[in-house]
């Protein structure tokens, strides 16, 4: 079993970035599917991406070309980067897991394990 904490979230003006961090430990993350939601009060869990165990990568259209996941395997770490950030990014954003196979990667069942969220908040 893999427990998660995410760090590095706050407050930022439009267009500027922040760099989210998931730390796994319990087992290695590189035996793991490694993805990101967020959500806002009132509404359902958003895929952000996913990093799967084999490096790829695959990102919602929303944040395609802005946002970037990478894996630091030496830290057991999963990182979030987070470019021209827009007032609608503000969310509370989730590291989640998976050591099965995710067929759905957009689907939050698809995950079996969750950290406990970090605030986001773009000022306009």
């Known amino acids: 079993q893999v427990q998660l904490v995410e760090s590095g979230g706050g407050l930022v003006q439009a267009g500027g970035s922040l760099r989210l961090s998931c730390a796994a430990s319990?087992?290695?993350?590189?035996?793991?599917?490694m993805a990101w939601f967020r959500q806002v009060p009132g509404k359902e869990r958003e895929f952000v991406g996913i990093?799967?165990?084999?490096?790829?990568?695959y990102y919602a259209d929303s944040v395609k070309g802005r946002f970037t996941i990478a894996r630091d395997n030496a830290k057991n770490t999963v990182f979030l980067q987070m470019n021209s950030l827009k007032p609608e990014d503000t969310a509370v954003y989730f590291c989640?897991?998976?050591?099965?196979?995710?067929?759905?990667?957009?689907?939050?069942?698809?995950?079996?394990?969750w950290g406990q969220g970090t605030q986001v908040t773009v000022s306009s």
């Open positions: 989640a897991a998976s050591s099965g196979v995710v067929l759905i990667p957009a689907r939050s069942r698809s995950y079996a394990y």
């Open positions: 990093t799967r165990s084999t490096g790829t990568t």
């Open positions: 319990g087992r290695t993350a590189s035996d793991y599917h």
